[in-house]
């Protein structure tokens, strides 16, 4: 069973930085099938970025990254913005040709990283 587990959340300033990372453990997910979605009070988890794309709210601003070797996957958010206040999640374990903004697609989910981004 793969086990994701995510760090790097926390609360920064508008205009600030962080990098979020998931790591992929019990299993290969592979990091061409995992992805980042984000999930705000009231309302529903929306996509973020996987390797084959990105949100139109975060392109120029995030960008994913992977370590195949450490099984690990990157998120470098740069210019936050209060709207990017959400928990952000790891997930892995898509089939190649399924869609990758689609969160039925993936089978293995982290626990969740708070980000709240202050304006």
């Known amino acids: 069973q793969v086990q994701l587990k995510e760090s790097g959340g926390g609360l920064v300033q508008a205009e600030g930085s962080l990098r979020l990372t998931c790591t992929a453990s019990g299993g290969t997910s592979g990091t061409d099938g995992m992805g980042w979605f984000r999930q705000a009070p009231g309302k529903e988890r929306e996509f973020v970025a996987a390797m084959s794309g990105y949100a139109e709210s975060v392109k120029g601003r995030f960008s994913i990254f992977a370590d195949n070797a450490k099984n690990t996957l990157y998120l470098r958010m740069n210019r936050l913005k209060s709207e990017d206040t959400a928990v952000y999640y790891c997930?892995?374990?898509?089939?190649?040709?399924?869609?990758?903004?689609?969160?039925?697609?993936?089978?293995?989910w982290g626990q969740g990283t708070q980000v709240t981004v202050s304006s």
């Open positions: 997930a892995g374990g898509r089939p190649r040709g399924d869609y990758y903004n689609s969160p039925g697609s993936y089978r293995y």
